[in-house]
């Protein structure tokens, strides 16, 4: 058979790796949904192991083809099987997940901003934060033990390609990431509904980290040393979704940033 035909079938051996990444039985593979991701991830220096187009796709497959990339055409009913959105993308791709990074590989300095995420276990929420992280000019992004999995296909889409692109730590040690931001001089805050001092106090000079808890998380134990700071709300609202939240943290971090 042509090494270029068009894949029908879910027993080709290549098509397989789709399905072994989305049961989470591949734990060294992420699947990249859609044209954006996949030119995210070109634009990011990663390596994808295979591109898998619409069959109707034909210019987009050509496009790609000529890029380098390792495209195969696949019937549209594999591309659908392949993807949880009402809308198929029309293209997935396979590549290896960023290696696991530690806080201490990090270049952290005066301006470091990092937004350490506890307990968000939607990875359309971890995605959104991540985003949020890198809009702000955050140097890294920590996911605690407990959250969603950052290379999950949904997180990936939330993020728009932003943890393509920001450093991430993850399935990391609350106590130990206290304790490291700590001896490299971080001040440390945590985001409270309610009692915290003024979110605007965060535009202030030297490292910060801050942590977040979505509303069904905690934050955890360690972290009830570290300063809180809140942002008011009117009305009767009780709280703001945790990407929200961290967003307008993490521009008022950012405000001194903007000024070095």
Not at 43 to 64: G, K, M, P, Q
Not at 115 to 132: E, F, I, T
Not at 202 to 227: I, K, Y
């Amino acid at each position: 058979m042509d090494e270029l035909s068009t894949i029908r079938s879910t027993s080709n051996s290549r098509w397989k790796r789709v399905g072994a990444v989305l049961a989470g039985a591949d734990r060294e593979h992420m699947l990249l949904e859609g044209d954006r991701l996949i030119e995210d991830a070109v634009r990011a220096r990663i390596v994808l192991d295979d591109v898998f187009v619409d069959e109707s796709r034909d210019e987009r497959a050509r496009t790609w083809r000529e890029a380098g990339l390792p495209v195969r055409t696949v019937a549209p009913a594999l591309i659908a099987k392949a993807s949880s959105l009402v809308t198929p993308p029309g293209a997935v791709a396979i590549a290896a997940r960023p290696p696991r990074r530690e806080l201490a590989e990090l270049s952290l300095d005066e301006h470091a901003l990092i937004l350490v995420a506890c307990g968000v276990g939607d990875p359309g929420n971890l995605g959104a934060l991540a985003r949020s992280a890198e809009a702000a000019g955050a140097t890294a992004l920590v996911a605690l033990e407990g959250c969603a999995n950052p290379w999950n296909a949904k997180s990936l889409r939330g993020s728009m390609g932003s943890l393509l692109r920001l450093p991430v730590v993850d399935r990391a040690d609350a106590a130990r990431v206290s304790e490291e931001l700590a001896r490299a001089g971080f001040r440390q805050v945590r985001a409270e509904t309610r009692g915290g001092a003024d979110y605007t106090e965060l535009a202030a000079p030297g490292p910060l980290a801050l942590w977040v808890a979505s509303e069904t998380g905690e934050l955890p134990a360690v972290a009830s040393a570290h300063e809180a700071v809140t942002i008011p709300m009117r009305g009767e609202a009780e709280s703001l979704n945790v990407a929200a939240a961290a967003s307008i943290l993490l521009y008022a971090a950012g405000r001194w940033r903007e000024r070095k």
